[in-house]
C-alpha cells in the first residue's frame, strides 16, 4: 500500500461512517398501494410542517424531483453531507399510473375533509386530550378517514390494516393500537350515520 493510500484510509472518519445511508443495490423498487399511503403521509406531514406547497412536495417525494432556488449553476458548490444524504437516502421506486392517481386524490380528500375529520376523532376519544395525539398518528387518521368516506371500492377492513401498519412504520406500535381502536369506533358509527355503505368486513 502506497503512503498516499495508507494516508487516506487513515483519515476515515468512523462516526461519519456510522451515520452513512448504505445503498441498496436495487437500482429501483416497484410501487405498492401500502408505500403510496407511507409516501401520501409524508407529503401531508411535509405541507402541514412547512406550509411549502402541495403539488412540489408531491413531486419531490414520490418522483425524487428537487426544486432549486437558482436554475444557475454555482461555482465550487459542493453538497453538505445532508444534502448527499438526502439524495441516495431513498431508491426511485417505480409507480403505476393508477397507484399515482390514488395517490393524487387521497391527499385531496383528506384535505378537504380535514374539519370533519378532526371533529369526529374529538368526538370519539375519551378521556384522552386531542392535542396530545401526535401530528404524525393525526394525519394517520385523517387520511384513513378520508379513505372510509371516499373511496367505496376499497374494504374497510383494508383501509383500517393499512392505517395500523402505516402507524407502526412511522410512529410506535402503540400508536398502532390506539389508530386500530379508533378507527373501529369511527366505522361503525359512520355506517349507523348512513356516511358510508361498506360493510365491515
Known amino acids: 500500500m502506497s ?3 495508507k494516508e487516506i484510509k487513515e483519515e476515515k472518519n468512523p462516526e461519519l461512517e456510522k451515520e452513512a445511508f448504505y445503498l441498496s443495490k436495487k437500482t429501483k423498487v416497484k ?26 412536495l408531491f413531486q419531490h417525494i414520490f418522483f425524487r424531483i428537487f426544486k ?4 444557475e449553476p454555482k461555482e465550487h458548490k459542493l453538497l453538505t453531507r445532508e ?4 439524495l441516495e437516502a431513498d431508491i426511485p421506486i417505480e409507480w403505476d399510473e393508477e397507484d399515482i392517481e390514488f395517490a393524487r386524490e387521497l391527499i385531496k380528500h383528506t384535505l378537504r375533509t380535514k374539519t370533519f375529520a378532526i371533529e369526529s376523532i374529538k368526538q370519539t376519544i375519551e378521556n384522552w386530550e386531542f392535542d396530545r395525539i401526535t401530528m404524525i398518528d393525526r394525519i394517520i387518521l385523517e387520511m384513513a378517514i378520508a379513505e372510509l368516506l371516499n373511496f367505496p371500492d376499497i374494504s374497510p377492513k383494508i383501509t383500517i390494516n393499512e392505517a395500523i401498519e402505516v402507524a407502526k412504520q412511522y410512529s410506535t406500535d402503540k400508536s398502532g393500537i390506539f389508530v386500530n381502536g379508533l378507527l373501529d369506533t369511527l366505522l361503525k358509527r359512520f355506517i349507523k350515520e348512513g356516511l358510508i355503505s361498506k360493510k365491515e368486513n
Do not use: N
Open 3 to 5: 503512503k498516499k493510500k
Open 31 to 56: 410501487g405498492t398501494r401500502s408505500m403510496v399511503r407511507g409516501k401520501v403521509l409524508e407529503v401531508l406531514f411535509a405541507h402541514e410542517v412547512s406550509g411549502e406547497d402541495i403539488e412540489e
Open 68 to 71: 432549486f432556488e437558482s436554475e
Open 83 to 86: 444534502e448527499i444524504y438526502e
